[in-house]
């Protein structure tokens, strides 16, 4: 084809494409010869200046025909076609244009047709969601083993210690903490695993008294609630139990001073 591109230079530093602008100009005002119109022709020269919706449309194709060969749309960084069209800046274009809201609805209908992932981090973030959400359907639960990684090594542990440090951090969307929250995510382990503990301290209060709990008491639910409840005195005695935890288990009667000590 003929459209030059942007910025495109001859090795000599000829530029060709303001050459090619100042062809069309000449024709309009009638200074150029039949001669020259004829030659021009000759090389299917397009005298009037493209429109956009049509000039998107040659550019998508480029990434359609990308598609077509490779069933997905993760072009290599700087990626050019074998005609030289910077395939990569087209893409990072039509992401920026979706943020602002500036692509049109057919462009965003024809580039979901070849799932075209307007938002590369989002993408990444789902990829680590599904395979967590796929382990929560076969075990119940997204207590991941220590480095667990999937079948196919996906790093999924550091996925979840990722997801972790980000809400404490205020960087989950409401709609990612929400699909999480979704499959009984922990966003906080330590705090998960005192609530558990706290719960079960509270059933067993209403049928028990806090002075014949000892140090080696497993409930029937296998927790060992004993060595729980000594380890809050403990950390009561060195100053390390929070004051709100200490209160809320006072609230349910636990009386430290009549907690069992070996």
Not at 27 to 53: C, H, Y
Not at 106 to 124: G, R, S, T, V
Not at 127 to 136: H, T
Request: aromatic letters at 16%.
């Amino acid at each position: 084809n003929i459209t030059v591109p942007i910025h495109y230079k001859e090795d000599d530093g000829f530029n060709l494409r303001n050459w090619t602008k100042a062809q069309r100009f000449l024709k309009k005002d009638n200074k150029l010869t039949k001669d020259q119109i004829d030659k021009l022709n000759s090389l299917g020269f397009i005298w009037e200046r493209e429109s956009f919706d049509s000039k998107w449309n040659r550019d998508y194709q480029n990434l359609k025909k990308f598609y077509d060969k490779h069933s997905h749309t993760n072009i290599p960084y700087a990626y050019k076609t074998p005609d030289d069209f910077n395939l990569s800046a087209w893409i990072a274009t039509q992401r920026n244009l979706f943020r602002k809201g500036k692509l049109k609805d057919y462009q965003i209908n024809k580039l979901k047709e070849i799932n075209f992932i307007f938002d590369k981090f989002d993408a990444l973030w789902n990829e680590g969601f599904n395979y967590l959400e796929e382990y929560y359907k076969n075990h119940a639960n997204t207590n991941l083993p220590a480095k667990y990684i999937t079948s196919d090594n996906f790093k999924l542990y550091d996925w979840v210690a990722t997801q972790r440090i980000k809400y404490k951090k205020q960087q989950l969307s409401t709609e990612q903490i929400n699909k999480l929250e979704g499959i009984n995510f922990i966003f906080d382990p330590m705090e998960y695993l005192w609530q558990l503990g706290f719960n079960e301290l509270k059933n067993y209060l209403k049928n028990h008294s806090i002075k014949d709990l000892r140090t080696k008491y497993v409930s029937e639910s296998n927790y060992r609630l004993g060595g729980w409840v000594q380890e809050q005195k403990k950390k009561k005695i060195d100053g390390n139990l929070d004051k709100d935890k200490e209160q809320l288990l006072e609230k349910i009667g636990l009386d430290f001073d009549k907690v069992f000590v070996k």
